[in-house]
């Protein structure tokens, strides 16, 4: 999510914290104790009670919990007045245990006035194994107004907290994390395409060749060769060789590859992975969706109730009002998925994302190599399945849905202008259902950036549901016609950047590429003029809108070139559009070619992006564009290689991916896929991808562990770090258009004839 978290401490209604004076960090600061009376030798002051009934026992804190809270926040014990250095690291201890046995207690260090920012928190399950806790992180902020608070609601039961030895050291070393990256050789753990490229990574100190072998399934050797030395990496500091077995074309499972006296992690060679991954990394969206209860049987494991459906203790999406001073009127916007790993709903998030999943299937329906059985109707396993639609336009048609309800209705001001987003007034903790959800629902202020993406995604889904739902796609297109209206009468109505307490606040000032990609897909649709001229005159259209970064919610010129490159149209200059996209995908394969671990991306300073590895598909994406356009095998090769980096291949030695390969991330920062702070929650579906490496390492987690981390190696597989490791819809997004274009060069150059 892009730049956008800051976890709520929602504790209303506890004793003001008293300001004082925030104390300079000197350089060599000795550790400082920040607490007080953590011993509860004699008396409980100055910690504070909340819902709770508090007494002294053997020396320890204890508490009496009610049962039937809604909120971990109902009930609670702390201490305000905590005055905290932004920068600086501390160790947060405690002893803790309950009874009886088993219970959660959400341990917080934050901030004690609105709007009650957390900067690191644990929910250790207590007496499972033992009961002494220490944790350290890096504060965030400066401020004298630090809180730790222990928070003891939500459970069903009456029980009973005792705490001793309560601590906040700080000036305390930032705590050194060494990840475990496995063999030094580095594959795509997935698997490669037998008439594909295939190469690995070997992390080594030598500076010259080295000999290498592929090895079967039973230990035979299959391939050998040498290393080709690359020097020092700068995207992780390691010094590396790259290893080339491109002519090992015959398929198989459980190949290896030695090298350095290192023996890579299991890999296939075949086209089935990819086949499978595509559909999960499709079917991800369907846990997502809110206002619908999850059918186990059809996800195995994640059947949960609906939420958001004004069903207690929810307050619901059915009549949602605006916040103070934004509107007079509520909305129905249930439906639609949940951005990530929160309760919210956002249109700028929402809308790249239903583009990408819409652009698939238009390129299956136009590619050299398109196939749209593999995304028909039965394929990704959705209530919907049977009605003769294909399975990703039923998915993309819940989110739709959403996104049309957004929309200002007539007789108001701004009328047809689209709501920024909806979601709680105020953050809640992990883990977190979505039926559990008791917090208010807000519509925020209409965006001219929220409304173009209305406009945009609703006239591509007119020209694609029309032989489906002829009624739906009217509907649709007028619902962008009137969009884009909306957005031509108040063009600089932006999101606000400080918008952020519940949700992402999702701020764009600069909406060029939003006009740009709304009159693309309107053109594209209707073929009108009017709109013909709004490309053709759009500032975007013509410069090269190809970066290192690539595009995502707030950078979509891609998605208007993309399409006006791909779709069918009589634009006038579709042929030079087409050759920006060629000229766009040669610097990315010259990037690929250049970079030691062969990826399409390379940031200035290596300063690795919120949500780099969707960064780097997306490059690919453009990647495999020039290659649906010419034909030309080296973009088709760079795009599939491209896929190997996020299955493997790279520094950390992981999949990125859940469920695929051996190591792979699995603990994404989730409120209900949170196995790793509830074992009675599932770890996220199989195909979702996690964010990745993230040189800002916003979140208090990482920065007690990553001071100073090199490009690939700032990511740590945690549920706490929601500023390397978050999913999303639009990050799944284009991890279904890459590997729905590799699973599709399986197909090649038969597929044409077959269709």
């Known amino acids: 999510m892009k730049q956008r978290r800051t976890t709520l401490l929602a504790m209303a209604g506890l004793l003001a914290a008293g300001l004082t004076t925030i104390p300079a960090a000197p350089a060599g600061a ?16 100055p910690w504070w009670a909340n819902g709770v009934t508090a007494d002294l026992a053997d020396g320890r804190l204890c508490a009496d919990v009610p049962g039937g809270t809604a909120n971990t926040w109902d009930a609670g014990i702390g201490q305000n007045n905590v005055a905290l250095v932004k920068g600086e690291s501390y160790r947060f201890s405690f002893y803790a245990d309950g009874t009886p046995d088993g219970h959660k207690v959400r341990a917080i260090v934050g901030l004690s006035a609105a709007p009650y920012d957390t900067y690191f928190e644990v929910t250790p399950q207590l007496s499972v194994s033992g009961n002494s806790y220490a944790y350290t992180f890096t504060s965030p902020v400066d401020t004298p107004q630090g809180q730790v608070a222990f928070q003891l609601g939500g459970s069903p039961d009456a029980w009973r907290f005792c705490m001793d030895d309560a601590s906040l050291l700080g000036g305390v ?27 690995a990574t070997l992390v080594t100190d030598k500076r010259t060749k080295l000999r290498w072998q592929v090895n ?64 999960d990394a499709a079917k991800y969206y369907y846990t997502q969706r809110s206002g619908i209860a999850i059918r186990d049987e059809l996800r195995p494991g994640y059947g949960r109730p609906a939420g958001h459906l004004d069903a207690a203790p929810n307050q619901g999406d059915r009549a949602v009002p605006c916040q103070p001073g934004v509107c007079d009127y509520t909305l129905d916007v249930t439906g639609g998925w949940y951005d990530a790993g929160d309760h919210g709903k956002y249109v700028v998030n929402g809308g790249i994302a239903t583009w990408e999943l819409l652009s698939t299937y238009e390129r299956s329906l136009h590619a050299r190599t398109g196939q749209p059985a593999r995304l028909g109707d039965g394929t990704l396993a959705v209530p919907e399945s049977g009605n003769g639609v294909p399975d990703v336009l039923d998915e993309t048609r819940w989110e739709l849905d959403f996104l049309l309800k957004m929309q200002v209705p007539e007789g108001q001001p701004l009328a047809g202008m689209a709501h920024h987003k909806i979601h709680d007034e105020k953050w809640t903790g992990l883990p977190l259902l979505p039926s559990a959800d008791a917090q208010k629902r807000e519509l925020h202020a209409p965006s001219t950036a929220a409304t ?21 796609a009217a509907k ?8 884009w209206v909306g957005a031509l009468a108040h063009p600089e109505m932006y999101a606000s950047a400080s918008d952020g307490i519940g949700g992402g606040a999702y701020a764009d000032d600069n909406v060029s590429d939003e006009f740009y990609w709304a009159a693309a897909e309107l053109y594209l649709t209707t073929g009108e003029k009017t709109f013909e001229d709004s490309v053709l005159d759009s500032p975007v259209h013509r410069p090269d809108i190809f970066g290192p970064l690539g595009y995502d919610w707030s950078r979509t010129a891609a998605a208007a070139r993309l399409d006006l490159a791909t779709v069918p149209s009589r634009l006038p200059d579709r042929r030079e559009v087409r050759w920006s996209v060629i000229n766009g995908a040669d610097r990315y394969l010259a990037t690929l070619k250049a970079h030691p671990y062969g990826i399409p991306y390379a940031p200035d300073g290596n300063r690795y992006d919120w949500g780099s590895n969707h960064q ?44 695929y390969g051996e190591a792979n991330s699995h603990n994404q920062h989730a409120r209900w896929y949170a196995h790793q702070l509830d074992p009675s929650q599932p770890n996220p579906p ?23 981390c090199t490009g690939q190696f700032c990511y740590i597989d945690d549920i706490q770090s929601w500023s390397t490791n978050e999913h999303t819809v639009n990050w799944n997004s284009a991890l279904v258009r890459m590997t729905s274009f590799v699973a599709d060069q399986g197909c090649a150059p038969r597929c044409r004839a077959t269709r």
């Open 30 to 45: 000795e550790e400082t104790e920040l607490l007080k009376n953590g011993t509860f030798d004699a008396t409980a002051d």
């Open 173 to 199: 070393p930032p705590e050194a994390y060494e990840p475990d990256t496995g063999p030094r050789v580095r594959v795509n753990q997935v698997g490669y395409l037998p008439d594909g490229p295939k190469k």
């Open 216 to 279: 079967n399934a039973d230990g035979t050797v299959a391939a050998r060769g040498q290393t080709v030395p690359r020097g020092i990496d700068p995207s992780s500091g390691q010094n590396v060789h790259t290893i080339d077995f491109g002519a090992l074309r015959k398929p198989g499972q459980g190949f290896t590859l030695s090298a350095d006296g290192q023996h890579s992690r299991p890999f296939d060679i075949g086209t089935a992975a990819y086949e499978k991954l595509s559909v």
């Open 452 to 472: 173009l993406n209305l406009a945009a995604t609703a006239a591509q889904a007119a020209r694609l549901y029309r032989p489906y739902d002829p009624a739906f």
């Open 476 to 483: 649709a297109l007028q619902a962008a016609r009137k969009a």
């Open 616 to 659: 780097i598909l997306h490059n690919a994406v453009v990647i495999a564009t020039a290659y649906d356009i010419t034909g030309a095998s080296k973009y088709r090769d760079a795009a599939v290689q491209s896929m190997d980096y996020i299955l493997g291949r790279n520094a950390l030695n992981m999949s990125y991916v859940t469920g």
């Open 686 to 708: 199989v195909g979702t991808l996690a964010g990745g490496p993230n040189s800002s390492i916003q979140d208090p987690f990482v920065q007690g562990k990553l001071q100073g």
